[in-house]
C-alpha cells in the first residue's frame, strides 16, 4: 500500500525549467527523509538532493546546486524539486525516494517511487 509517485517530468529546452513532485500513500513520511536520486541510460543511478523530515534542512549534489531546489508540504505528504537552468546533463530518469535514515545509506529502509522522465534538450 506504501507508494510514492512521481509526476512533472517531459521534455524542455535547455535553460528551462520543471518542478517535479512525488506524492506519497500509504503512511505519513512527515518524520522521514525525502529526497531525489536521477539515473542517466547507462550511468548508475546517482544522489540528488534531500530534505530532512526534522528540521528541513537539505543537501544537493555539487552538480545540482544553486540550480535546483527541494521542498516538502507534509501537510500534503508530498515533496517536490523544482529544477532550473536545465542543461542536457541532467536528461535522467529522476526517483523520489523516503527513508529513516538518510538516503544514500538507506538501503532496504528506503522507499522508492517508478520515477518520472526528464529530458533537456540542446
Known amino acids: 500500500q506504501v507508494q510514492l509517485v512521481e509526476s512533472g517530468g517531459g521534455l524542455v529546452q535547455a535553460g528551462g525549467s520543471l518542478r517535479l513532485s512525488c506524492a506519497a500513500s500509504?503512511?505519513?513520511?512527515?518524520?522521514?527523509?525525502m529526497g531525489w536520486f536521477r539515473q542517466a541510460p547507462g550511468k548508475e543511478r546517482q544522489f540528488v538532493t534531500s530534505?530532512?523530515?526534522?528540521?528541513?534542512?537539505?543537501n544537493y549534489a555539487d552538480s545540482v546546486k544553486g540550480r535546483f531546489t527541494i521542498s516538502r508540504d507534509n501537510a500534503k505528504n508530498t515533496v517536490y524539486l523544482q529544477m532550473n537552468s536545465l542543461k542536457p546533463e541532467d536528461t535522467a530518469v529522476y526517483y523520489c525516494?523516503?527513508?529513516?535514515?538518510?538516503?544514500?545509506?538507506?538501503?532496504?529502509?528506503?522507499?522508492w517511487g517508478q520515477g518520472t522522465q526528464v529530458t533537456v534538450s540542446s
Open positions: 525516494a523516503a527513508g529513516p535514515l538518510p538516503l544514500q545509506i538507506g538501503g532496504k529502509k528506503n522507499y
Open positions: 500509504g503512511r505519513t513520511f512527515s518524520s522521514y527523509v
Open positions: 530534505i530532512s523530515g526534522t528540521n528541513g534542512r537539505t
